[in-house]
């Protein structure tokens, strides 16, 4: 009797011994110095500040579009650090235990390679823009290197078994990077024991696939490259059950666009709000309505609308999650009611600095409610996605830490 198919959303992760590359620490050399946290708003011109002051800044190869090194020549650059002995090769094989604390936030992960195509073994639960992955492809065939991993949440069995808590209370990591300007640490062990290895491999499999967290468009463009340069991707499996992550919105921001403009749309009525009240009052919308809050550095209102007549603005139907469909709509149908070139909106995750570059740039901050993270894993395994950076889980690992070369590199 041939065996029931299983279901492919039921197929665990196979992931495999990966041989990175670090920074090599020396007294002229701080690792914290040279690596940085995710950048969740983009600025040229402090990123170029940033990379001018360290040289071995792993910016080089992260950022060359804004003019830190030019793309053709990050290739080089890695080439030349390896030479140097800026950064050097582990010396075997392995899996990885990955901790870390941000802001008082615990984090515990194992990072591996997981081979390409990485959608056919994680789920995504956001959508893409194709001008970003371009970008991805771009970066990633000039450096020849993953900079960072592609975060993936598992919520089976804790990955942290007793064999893995063994090895790495026994042993010291291979990095141990402490940021003196913030509550900021980051442990990395590699990890040998054949029973941790065992227990690691068992888990993945019995678990159901995990839903993609942070890397949705690395992953398209890793996926979309492929062969010769890329096999596999760099993958970080978050251990849900023993670590404290949060969900948060990221924030639109919108040009060009004032409140005395959307007052006076039709069937608009906004309602003014104090700092602070912004998380509850959006989550205390009346059934059959949404709301989102609209704010710059001075003003801060909510504007609450039923579902049918944010409907009625553009004549697209929208297929929305049924989570997160306030930024769904936002997207479908507010934005191109109001004539909203969606090319032009910016994303910033600190609604305190959105609401600046809203200042700045002569429009509003636009604020959205933020799923629970059980939530947003259980519509992705359900084959919901929800739109470009409708949020943002974290802590997120520091780039730089551990870098997967390509096979050319």
């Known amino acids: 009797m041939t065996p029931p198919a299983r279901d492919p959303a039921q197929e665990g992760l196979h992931l495999r011994p990966m041989r990175p590359l670090v920074y090599r620490a020396s007294p002229e050399r701080d690792v914290a110095s040279v690596t940085m946290p995710p950048v969740e708003a983009w600025d040229d011109g402090r990123l170029r500040q940033l990379a001018a002051a360290n040289p071995d800044h792993v910016l080089h190869l992260s950022a060359p579009g804004v003019g830190v090194t030019a793309a053709a020549g990050a290739g080089a650059t890695l080439r030349e650090w390896r030479s140097a002995g800026v950064i050097t090769a582990t010396s075997e094989e392995s899996l990885f235990a990955w901790t870390w604390r941000v802001g008082g936030r615990q984090v515990r992960g194992v990072a591996g390679a997981v ?6 073994a994680a789920v995504p639960h956001e959508g893409v823009r194709p001008a970003i992955v371009r970008d991805r492809q771009q970066q990633l065939a000039q450096a020849g290197v993953q900079v960072e991993p592609i975060v993936v949440l598992h919520d089976g069995s804790p990955l942290f078994s007793e064999s893995v808590n063994r090895q790495i209370t026994r042993e010291d990591p291979l990095l141990d990077v402490q940021v003196t300007d913030g509550d900021e640490r980051h442990r990395i062990w590699s990890l040998t024991d054949s029973a941790a290895l ?3 491999a068992s888990l993945l499999a019995a678990a159901p696939k995990p839903v993609v967290a942070d890397g949705h468009h690395r992953l398209r463009a890793l996926d979309a490259m492929g062969s010769p340069t890329w096999s596999t991707a760099m993958v970080l499996v978050v251990d849900t059950a023993t670590s404290d992550l949060s969900v948060g919105s990221v924030h639109r921001v919108v040009p060009d666009l004032d409140i005395a403009w959307i007052q006076e749309q039709a069937g608009t009525e906004l309602t003014a709000l104090s700092n602070g009240v912004e998380g509850a009052w959006l989550s205390a919308a009346d059934p059959g309505h949404l709301r989102w809050v609209l704010a710059d550095d001075t003003a801060l209102f909510g504007l609450d609308l039923a579902a049918a007549s944010v409907h009625a603005m553009h004549g ?9 469909r306030d930024t769904c709509h936002l997207h479908s149908h507010l934005l191109p009611a109001w004539g909203i070139d969606q090319d032009t909106l910016q994303y910033v995750h600190n609604w305190t600095q959105a609401r600046r570059v809203a200042t ?17 894993i259980d519509a992705a395994r359900a084959g919901h996605t929800l739109p470009h950076k409708a949020t943002s889980i974290g802590p997120k690992p520091r780039i730089g830490l551990l870098m997967l070369p390509g096979h050319s590199a």
């Open 198 to 200: 065992s227990s690691i």
């Open 115 to 120: 081979a390409l195509p990485l959608a056919a």
């Open 316 to 324: 697209t139907a929208a297929v929305c999650a049924p989570i997160a």
């Open 360 to 376: 700045r740039h002569g429009g509003l901050a636009v604020r959205t409610s933020a799923p629970t993270l059980d939530r947003i």
